[in-house]
């Protein structure tokens, strides 16, 4: 059974570090926003893990902001990926976000990423232009979820 729970970002080192480097090899360096260790362990994120049976599946955090929350860290174990573990971590930070009453969630991903993006929408985000510090390059894709009170 798939356990989502708060989780220190060190306890998914692994696959952070895996999805870093995902990321390094399909963009430039100006056009990666994930965040380090030490930007995951401020009071603004709540960090998730996905695990089962002991073994780590999947992560990902809100980043809590002024009006909205944004997903971020988001991966899965490529041999976990199709079970349901992406729809699960996603559904705990909506739920999460809605306990902050923040109004919409927001995230920033990458053309690259179809799966990720297919994930999104199925999950009722839609695209949007850039929001914040996020310049258009191109490359990124910018979604956001209203949350119904």
């Known amino acids: 059974m798939v356990q989502i729970a708060l989780a220190d ?3 998914a080192r692994p696959l952070l ?18 965040l380090g ?3 995951l362990r ?15 599946l999947g992560c990902g955090a809100l980043q809590i902001k002024e ?3 944004e997903v971020k860290s988001f ?13 699960a971590l ?11 009453s923040l109004p919409l969630l927001r995230l920033e991903t990458g053309d690259a990423l179809a799966a990720a993006c297919r994930l999104y929408e199925r999950a ?14 191109g490359v990124s894709v910018f979604m956001e979820k209203p949350l119904a009170p």
């Open 67 to 69: 009006g909205y929350g």
């Open 17 to 34: 570090e895996a999805s870093h480097a995902l990321m390094q090899s399909l963009y430039n360096p100006e056009e990666n926003h994930f």
């Open 42 to 56: 401020q009071p603004d994120i709540r960090f998730f893990t996905a695990t089962e049976a002991g073994r780590l």
């Open 124 to 137: 009722g985000f839609t695209r949007r232009p850039a929001f914040g510090a996020y310049p258009e390059n």
């Open 75 to 87: 991966f899965t174990a490529p041999e976990a990926r199709g079970r349901g573990i992406g729809t």
């Open 37 to 39: 260790f030490d930007a």
């Open 90 to 100: 996603l559904a705990t930070i909506e739920a999460t976000a809605r306990a902050q």
């Open 9 to 11: 970002p060190e306890s």
